[in-house]
């Protein structure tokens, strides 16, 4: 960050970084490269996660232990990508000025729901497959197993719920600071705005029981914004 940002000046205020342009390879750049891929694969990845279909507590408990390594494997993968993503908002956050109290509670906001969103794979990945392994060893009750299975689907919900908003109001946070520039940080503003919304509305709509459908559309609204971020982060020219 350069001295300039010291100066009560409104146009170092309210526009990128008024250091020279990033050239291809700098850290920018190769934040906007993470969050691109993170984008794209973290979508690709909750389609490789197997789908449990049994019915009864010990079929399901032994379709969730069956499951487990592949199940993992997801999930290591996808906290993998959200730290790509944090990586890329702070680096973004940097770009646009730290100094500026939007872009701290844009960046603070959606560190805090990545974290949340940890929690939530962990739950999901780990302590889900370990509780059904758990509960299919000898002398223990199945239906109490799969009541155990069931509360942490709840956390894995709430703190995915948490994740979603906390991150959509870092994403309105940031993206209100891109709108606040000219040209094509502004555009780009605009764009994240509305991708930015998408998420909030669609938790406002669907209450706390979610389907898959709304799951979907919210990660594809993330990834919108996430794209979004790419771009204003490769962008080498001032707006």
């Known amino acids: ?54 019915h009864g507590a010990g079929p399901v408990l032994q379709a969730i232990a069956a499951a487990a390594p592949m ?34 509670l844009g960046v603070l906001a959606y560190v ?13 990945g780990f302590v889900t497959p370990a509780a059904a392994s758990a509960w299919l060893a000898p002398n223990h009750d199945a239906q109490a197993g799969l009541e155990a299975v069931r509360f942490a689907g709840i956390a894995v919900q709430s703190f995915a719920t948490m994740s979603w ?31 930015a919304l998408a998420p909030l509305v669609a938790l406002a709509v669907s209450g706390p029981v979610m389907d898959m459908t709304v799951v979907i559309g919210i990660l594809l609204a993330q990834a919108a914004w996430n794209l979004t971020c790419a771009a204003a982060l490769w962008r080498r020219e001032r707006p």
């Open 1 to 54: 960050m350069t001295a300039i940002h010291a100066l009560p000046d409104l146009a170092a205020t309210t526009a990128f970084d008024t250091a020279p342009p990033a050239a291809a390879g700098t850290p920018h750049r190769v934040a906007a490269i993470g969050m691109a891929l993170a984008a794209v694969l973290s979508i690709v990845f909750v389609g490789l996660d197997p789908e449990i279909r049994a």
């Open 71 to 104: 199940h993992r494997l997801v999930h290591v993968a996808e906290s993998l990508f959200v730290l790509l993503l944090a990586h890329g908002v702070t680096s973004l956050g940097t770009r646009l000025g730290v100094a500026r109290p939007l872009v701290r």
């Open 112 to 124: 805090l729901g990545a974290l949340a969103m940890l929690a939530a794979a962990t739950f999901d």
């Open 165 to 195: 908003g906390l991150e959509s109001v870092g994403a309105l946070a940031l993206s209100a600071a891109m709108a606040a520039g000219r040209g094509g940080q502004r555009r780009l503003g605009v764009l994240g705005l509305a991708a």
